[in-house]
């Protein structure tokens, strides 16, 4: 029986693993189903992680370090991928995709979750070089510079105000002419000087060089006519798919409660609805979606884990 099984090997999942390790527990063990990293390890620069300044380093090169130091207080890495996780009595059962299940006293669940594609030409060639999912993570590589920004809902909108406060002008575009976002958010946007709206179009193909984009075909999906953004930058917000299949049952049920958009109910202590079980990172509620906010997330729900486990022994 483990002391505590860890779901995904990302910052929350390795920060767990680190400070439960370090804070005692014997026998810890962290499933992933690659190598544990997590999404961060897509890109080729980190600059927003504290006392981390290194520009010649790419996520991977950030991750590695903390593997290393994971291990080296006790934490095992098992490369399996997790099918499923459910409450049998006062433990839990975590079934492997092989079909093998292992027992753990408590759980803490870190799967992440996944931006989604919007599917234009020259997307996954230029993912990292110019197209980005996050303005938090690589805004400032825009700064006076113009961007684009495609989608209509409410991260789009709020992200694109971000935006516009760093780069020169941000030219939304949006498939339609009336937007998913909430209308407050929708009229701050709307008076923001330097955002711009390409409404009833589609992004037709990003286009580039050997140093990234340089450019954004637009379709206008009404007319069919087309016209060039001249953007370096393009940040697509066409949602997320949250990386939460582990935590349904074999009906299809979640075992612990959800917000409408499939992110995990946590407290401040990242104590989902059932106890002994946690949930931590971009998975769970409000997430920033930030390597500092995951670990700090892993690590809150490394210290509720030690604590439950003293005080059911
Ligand atoms: P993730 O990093 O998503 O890790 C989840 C892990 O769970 C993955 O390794 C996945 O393989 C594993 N997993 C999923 N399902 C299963 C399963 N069923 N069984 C076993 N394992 C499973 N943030 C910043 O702070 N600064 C940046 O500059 C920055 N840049 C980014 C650039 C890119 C290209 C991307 C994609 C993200 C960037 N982010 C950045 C965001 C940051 O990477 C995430 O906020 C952070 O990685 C979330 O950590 P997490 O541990 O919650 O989840
Ligand atoms: P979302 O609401 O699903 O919006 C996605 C947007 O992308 C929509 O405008 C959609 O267009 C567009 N889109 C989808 N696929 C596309 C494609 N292939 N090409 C071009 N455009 C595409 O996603 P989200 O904005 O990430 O929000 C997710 C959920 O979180 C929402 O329920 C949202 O309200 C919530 N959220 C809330 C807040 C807040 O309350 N402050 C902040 C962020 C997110 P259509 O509109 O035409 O479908």
Not at 4 to 15: Q, V
Not at 242 to 258: H, P, Q
Not at 276 to 285: E, F, K, S, T
Request: with cysteine; aromatic share 8%; hydrophobic share 40%.
């Amino acid at each position: 029986m483990l002391d505590c099984a860890i779901i995904g090997g990302g910052p929350a999942g390795l920060t767990a693993g680190l400070y439960a390790t370090r804070g005692g527990l014997k026998s810890v063990t962290l499933f992933e189903m690659g190598m544990p990293g997590g999404q961060i390890t897509q890109s080729s620069e980190i600059e927003n992680y504290p006392g981390f300044f290194e520009h010649d380093k790419t996520g991977m090169d950030f991750m590695n370090t903390w593997q290393e130091q994971c291990f080296h207080f006790g934490l095992k890495h098992e490369m399996k991928k997790v099918e499923r996780v459910a409450k049998t009595g006062e433990h839990f059962t975590i079934t492997l995709e092989s079909g093998e299940t292992v027992e753990a006293k408590t759980a803490i669940v870190c799967t992440g979750s996944t931006p989604k594609r919007a599917g234009f030409k020259g997307e996954d060639e230029f993912f990292g070089r110019g197209v980005s999912t996050c303005a938090t993570c690589d805004g400032f590589f825009y700064k006076n510079k113009p961007v684009t920004v495609l989608g209509g809902g409410d991260t789009a909108l709020e992200e694109a105000y971000y935006l516009s406060n760093i780069a020169s002008d941000v030219y939304i575009v949006h498939r339609r002419d009336t937007f998913r976002a909430a209308p407050s958010t929708v009229d701050r946007v709307m008076r923001k000087e330097n955002i711009h709206l390409v409404l009833d179009s589609v992004v037709d193909e990003v286009l580039g060089d050997a140093m990234g984009v340089t450019s954004v075909r637009v379709k206008n999906v009404k007319s069919g006519e087309m016209q060039i953004l001249e953007t370096p930058g393009l940040f697509v917000f066409v949602g997320h798919n949250v990386n939460n299949s582990v935590l349904k049952d074999e009906n299809g049920e979640f075992i612990c409660k959800m917000n409408e958009w499939g992110q995990v109910i946590v407290d401040l202590s990242m104590r989902t609805s059932v106890e002994g079980l946690y949930a931590a990172g971009d998975m769970r509620i409000e997430a920033p979606k930030q390597v500092v906010c995951a670990a700090g997330d892993g690590a809150t729900a490394a210290l509720q884990v030690i604590s439950y486990i003293q005080e059911q022994a």
